[in-house]
């Protein structure tokens, strides 16, 4: 019963700081201000839930606690389009194509290159798992390397518009794009709905998930299409962030040692979502915008990431 | 083959190599029905290898599978689940799970993780068959290595498959949870008619509790017959390429190769 009680603190706060997030300071005559303030806290919601439930799911596909999907480069070739379309329209990018159809293509593409590793993956059946992880390390090294290539070459002024991009931001949200996501996000997950009661026994490893009568291949096949999804969403919608992933798994495990997988993906959307509007609002109303979101998340990210490596190293030797 | 009943697990002409190297070389069988198969032969023959291939969790090169008159990939997962289980060597998991829960995933193939009171006792059974009741509430990082082969063991017994493939089950193990797991696949046999394939390292448990061997060396299959025919000095030599002295106590025969 002890996890029921968590969990509703764990509730509690999330409420809590949505509301201090909305209401701290507000001058009611302006009812722009909370208009505004909704919208980042929907497109915080969203890629909350998108980071936490692809993490939790990359985790447990790839049996590892320190991994997120960034390793997978889907987040570089995010980057990489971006910088493509770019180097070709220059300043006049957002006149030729509209925010949406960045989105859309955007989210194609890193579907596309998910599907892309998966068949790399199963022609060699018998690599596995550690096969796919390393062509996505390789496969996002080599897309870093050609949007850095580019983004030397192009005009500097056209260079912040890929800044944008690449930084972590909930103040350009677009209603219109947040629609769309929040539409994708609910998809995706109620897709995933279907196949969620097997994460428990895939987290067993792929012999026994078999053995117990799984179709293991479709299934892994069946979430890196979520994961890449999800990835999407949050990226396209605010930037690379998944690091945040490592995170909040490792404080859902920590948190909720029973690893029912129902569970522990609530309680990681719930973490997610709470980290992210309690950053936004330290930045908001402590740091007076001086620093971002991203920067206070990977510096704790970052701090907890050292204490994970350092306790489990402890545990081995 | 030696025994006149229908064997339903058989296999034909497999192959298997890794790169350039032959693992197995057009080996063919048939694994009699209701009764223990012992897999022996020296490092490298390939034993675990062909148990992989027989449970469906690697794919030959070449050769056919059949199990029940089957192709044994036409299966449906689920449905083979509830015939046939498979436990590898090393079951390593790094996670946050009690022996109960655990076994419990021996019912998923039923309950698709939704237990039934009927799933909850076999759960019991399992616990009860594999003597860890006192270890059921205990987490598997807690576990010695020999605790924890004993809960995976426990977890194919609470899958209540009619055939049960096992790669190396008394790794680990101390001499009485040896003895107390070939007794349970023994009874497991003898009183529930189900059929035990498994890798085997020490020839005296082959000796005592097996009914079949199927003895390999280098990807082929060198004897295949009833224990008593295996277990003779000249054939072990033939297969470990040491020195065996065979005695028989009782109608039982005791391999002793240990210093000769």
């Known amino acids: 019963m002890r996890t029921s009680l968590k969990l509703s603190l764990l509730l509690a706060s999330l409420v809590g700081i949505i509301a201090l997030f909305l209401l701290f300071e507000i001058d009611l005559s302006q009812d722009y201000m909370i208009h505004k303030r909704s919208i980042r806290l929907a497109s915080m919601l969203v890629v909350g839930v998108s980071v936490g439930f692809s993490s939790l799911v990359f985790q447990t596909l790839s049996q590892n606690r320190i991994l997120t999907p960034a390793i997978m480069g889907y987040e570089s070739i995010f980057i990489l389009f971006q910088t493509v379309i770019v180097f070709i ?47 996505g390390i390789v496969m996002g090294t080599l897309f870093q390397t050609f949007s850095q290539f580019m983004q030397i070459l192009i005009d500097p002024n056209e260079f912040t518009v890929i800044q944008n991009f690449m930084f972590v931001s909930f103040s350009k949200m677009n209603t219109k794009l947040l629609s769309i996501a929040s539409i994708t996000l609910l998809a995706t997950l109620i897709y995933a709905s279907f196949y969620i009661k097997y994460l428990d026994v895939i987290a067993l490893g792929r012999d026994h998930a078999i053995n117990l009568g799984l179709n293991y291949q479709g299934l892994v096949r069946r979430f890196m299409l979520v994961i890449s999804l999800l990835v999407s969403v949050s990226t396209a919608l605010v930037g690379p962030i998944t690091f945040l992933g490592i995170l909040v798994c490792n404080l859902t495990y920590e948190l909720f040692p029973n690893r029912k997988h129902p569970a522990m993906l609530t309680v990681c959307c719930l973490i997610s979502c709470l980290c992210l509007v309690a950053g936004q609002f330290l930045i908001e109303h402590i740091f007076q915008f001086s620093t971002t979101v991203s920067i206070v998340i990977n510096f704790i990210g970052g701090l907890y990431f050292l204490y994970l490596l350092w306790s489990t190293r402890k545990k081995i030797t | 083959m030696v025994d006149s009943q229908k064997d339903y697990l058989t296999f034909q002409d497999i192959h298997k190599h890794y790169g350039e190297k032959i693992v197995l070389n057009a080996i063919s069988a048939e694994i009699a029905h209701g009764k223990i198969t012992s897999l ?20 030959q090169d070449g050769g056919k599978v059949s199990f029940f008159d089957k ?39 039923y309950s698709q993780g939704r237990l039934s009171s009927e799933d909850k006792e076999a759960v019991q059974n399992a616990i009860r068959f594999t003597e860890l009741e006192s270890l059921a509430d205990a987490y598997l990082d807690e576990l010695s290595g020999g605790q924890r082969q004993r809960a995976f063991i426990s977890m194919i017994i609470a899958q209540d498959t009619d055939y049960i493939l096992l790669d ?75 020195d065996f002295d065979i005695i028989d106590r009782n109608d039982k025969l005791i391999c002793n190769y240990f210093n000769l």
């Open chain 1, 89 to 135: 329209y220059g300043d006049k990018t957002f006149q030729v194509i509209t925010e949406q159809n960045n989105f859309f293509y955007a989210v194609l593409l890193m579907m596309g290159f998910s599907l892309l590793m998966y068949l790399f993956m199963f022609r060699r059946s018998k690599l596995g798992m550690l096969y796919l992880l390393l062509s």
């Open chain 2, 168 to 242: 190396e089950p008394l790794n680990n193990l101390d001499m009485k949870h040896s003895v107390h797991v070939m007794k349970t696949l023994r009874r497991l046999v003898d009183e529930l008619g189900k059929t035990v394939i498994l890798v085997i390292h020490e020839i005296n448990f082959a000796a005592q509790y097996s009914d079949f061997i199927i003895a390999l060396k280098n990807g082929e299959i060198v004897q295949h017959d009833k224990t008593n025919q295996i277990i003779q000095s000249n054939v072990l030599r033939d297969i470990f390429e040491i």
């Open chain 2, 71 to 109: 192709n044994i990939g036409s299966y449906k997962g689920q449905d083979l689940a509830k015939k046939l289980a498979i436990l590898r060597q090393s079951n390593h998991l790094d996670l946050k799970l009690t022996v109960e829960d655990l076994v419990s995933f021996g019912r998923f193939p």
């Open chain 2, 40 to 59: 022996i032969g020296p490092n490298g023959a390939g034993k675990s290898t062909l148990l992989a291939i027989l449970s469906r969790l690697l794919k």
